[in-house]
């Protein structure tokens, strides 16, 4: 299975035929933040949904304490490339509000139920990033 940078790196070259669809079929993309301290580009595979013409990614580190490093960089640099399957752009990303994260946690859950089990293990909370295609 794929994993971390070789992920990136297969689907990015097979535009998404190899990494889009992952354990059990789960849908995934490439979200590339700009690194808060380095400036570098920083590709993650991450577990997508759909909400309209928005996309949805998780923030939750598998339940760890800490956020993981690429919501620290876009909670700095919102501007953020985005890949899905052969398709490339650009996109802001944003949490989501209040009012709107307990429908859009729903949407993720129903594709990766884990992120139900991760909430519990910590006491932070887990946001639902909402990229919002820019172009």
Known sequence: MLFGQEHVKRYVETDGEEGHDWQNGVP?????TTGRRS??????PLI??????????VASKGGAPEPPAWFLNLSEKPDVQVQVKADRFSARARAATAD????????M???WPAYDEYQT???????????ERSE
């Open 100 to 107: 709107e994260k307990p429908e859009l946690w729903r949407t």
């Open 48 to 57: 997508y949904g759909r909400h309209g013409d928005d996309y949805l990614v």
């Open 39 to 44: 400036g570098e580009e920083r590709p993650t």
């Open 121 to 131: 293990k910590t006491d932070r909370d887990i946001p639902v990033v909402v990229l």
């Open 28 to 32: 995934v993309l490439i979200l590339t």
């Open 109 to 111: 859950a129903e594709i």
